[in-house]
């Protein structure tokens, strides 16, 4: 079990470029979140997957946000046009689809900065 | 709506106890959650209460009222690593049919003093 890992740990970009994260969730995990964390917050859930399939998707989410999972592996998260409040960190999660009590495991995250 | 309320601050010296409180409104329930996190890292998932009363970890224990819309994280012989954030966190009854998204708190700083 390596946990969750995270890539990059750090993205600097300017408005109005566009952004990528991966994430690799714990290997026999078929569940993986995406969170959003600003500073002082609780994380906001953004997004959910059960294998490949997206089943959920939070009204945070604007269009300029895009998530996929195309294998039920590894996850990216592109972040469109990024804009000044898209500064965050931005969380990937994963966990078993066995029951509620089931938790979740994060990765340390990838901290967004818009110049 | 969901919403969490905890304090924003607490602190203790080392050794101590402390208490940090968590209601919560949701419009169904499956669940209270407690994480911890230190600057800069990960949540780390600490314990989870689905029914009424006390759950048991080591130094750490965690309450749920369902009745009252409440509970508590417990810490005990404190040390100075724990110095965290600490969020309480719900699974709604909703959010579990669709896979169980978290809704977290604000959470609550903790500074333990020597």
């Known amino acids: 079990d390596t946990g969750v890992s995270q890539n990059p740990r750090h993205k600097i970009t300017k408005r109005g470029q566009n952004v990528t994260f991966r994430c690799d969730p714990i290997s026999e995990h078929n569940r993986l979140y995406w969170y959003r964390q600003t500073l002082g917050q609780g994380p906001e859930f953004l997004t959910y997957f059960q294998n490949e399939a997206q089943l959920e998707k939070s009204r945070l989410l604007s269009d300029r946000f895009s998530a996929e999972r195309p294998k039920g592996s590894f996850s990216t998260l592109e972040i469109q046009r990024t804009e000044q409040g898209d500064s965050a960190m931005y969380l990937c999660?994963?966990?078993?689809?066995?029951?509620?009590?089931?938790?979740?495991?994060f990765g340390d995250g990838t901290r967004l900065s818009i110049l | 709506g969901q919403s969490l309320e905890q304090p924003s601050e607490v602190t203790a010296v080392e050794g101590a106890i402390v208490q940090i409180n968590c209601t919560y409104q949701?419009?169904?329930?499956?669940?209270l959650s407690w994480y911890q996190q230190h600057d800069g890292g990960a949540p780390t998932f600490l314990s989870y209460n689905a029914l009424d009363g006390l759950e048991e970890t080591g130094r750490f224990s965690s309450f749920l009222s369902r009745s009252d819309s409440y509970g508590y994280l417990l810490l005990q012989e404190l040390q100075m690593k724990d110095s965290a954030s600490y969020f309480c966190?719900?699974?709604?009854?909703?959010?579990?049919?669709?896979?169980?998204?978290?809704?977290f708190g604000q959470g609550t700083e903790l500074s333990v003093k020597p």
């Open positions: 999660a994963s966990s078993l689809a066995t029951g509620p009590n089931q938790p979740q495991h």
């Open positions: 966190a719900v699974r709604s009854r909703s959010s579990y049919n669709q896979g169980g998204k978290l809704i």
């Open positions: 949701t419009s169904g329930f499956y669940g």
